[in-house]
């Protein structure tokens, strides 16, 4: 896989001199006689025409590992099903790279009385992290399900949260759940009605909330 990045022109230390001789059809004529289905190769050849990342290089590789050593491996995720938001699962929300996938987990984490102790950026990525399984169903090897791991790990480590406490949080995303869905929910019609303004701060009283027993709300908290 390494050679072939190389080859093509898509990684940092590139034969340019191949690259431009023609390296990625090479590489493509070499994954064709391996047995990725010329479909996928044709898709995968449109995608390098417009974009200079690797993933035109990477998905025939998994397509090999995947028809060689996978195929009677099917993973399962304990997922919930997908709340629809005006016809869209819930995950295409995505918190890390689309605006109103951000603004719901903002208006998520100040929606509650007693503010949350978890950074919006960790909510984030472990919020993410999660969703995305959902998009992985049949593909899997140990060494790629340890790499799955680790990085997700990296991913809140390098957010500042400790390792100890990645759980933690992945446990309190699940419990939150339908609050996170009213916060996606109530993003999105803002953003139809206000064409991107931020969210206004009412739409916090619509989230399905309750006041935390043995604690009384004061005049200054009103």
Not at 45 to 69: C, I, K, N, W
Not at 143 to 167: M, T
Not at 179 to 206: C, H, I, P
Request: proline share 7%; with cysteine; charged share 20%.
């Amino acid at each position: 896989m390494r050679a072939a990045l190389i080859v093509s022109g898509r990684s940092e230390d590139s034969m340019q001199p191949v690259a431009a001789l023609g390296g990625l059809g090479i590489m493509f004529d070499m994954l064709h006689e391996l047995g990725v289905p010329p479909t996928l190769i044709t898709a995968c050849e449109s995608y390098a025409a417009r974009q200079r990342d690797a993933l035109p290089v990477l998905v025939p590789f998994a397509a090999v590992l995947h028809a060689t050593g996978c195929r009677d491996r099917v993973v399962a995720h304990d997922m919930p099903p997908a709340e629809l938001i005006a016809g869209w699962p819930d995950w295409t929300f995505d918190p890390l790279w689309t605006r109103i996938g951000k603004r719901a987990v903002d208006l998520w984490l100040r929606s509650y009385i007693a503010k949350p102790q978890w950074l919006p950026r960790q909510v984030a990525a472990c919020l993410w992290n999660a969703e995305s399984a959902a998009c992985d169903r049949t593909l899997s090897w140990p060494l790629g399900d340890a790499i799955r791991a680790r990085a997700y790990a990296a991913d809140l480590s390098y957010r500042g949260l400790p390792v100890a406490r990645h759980a933690e949080l992945a446990q309190w995303i699940d419990r939150e759940r339908p609050t996170l869905t009213a916060a996606r929910q109530a993003a999105f019609d803002s953003a139809v009605r206000q064409s991107g303004k931020s969210v206004e701060a009412d739409f916090q009283t619509t989230l399905p909330l309750q006041v935390p027993q043995n604690k009384s709300r004061g005049a200054g908290d009103a």
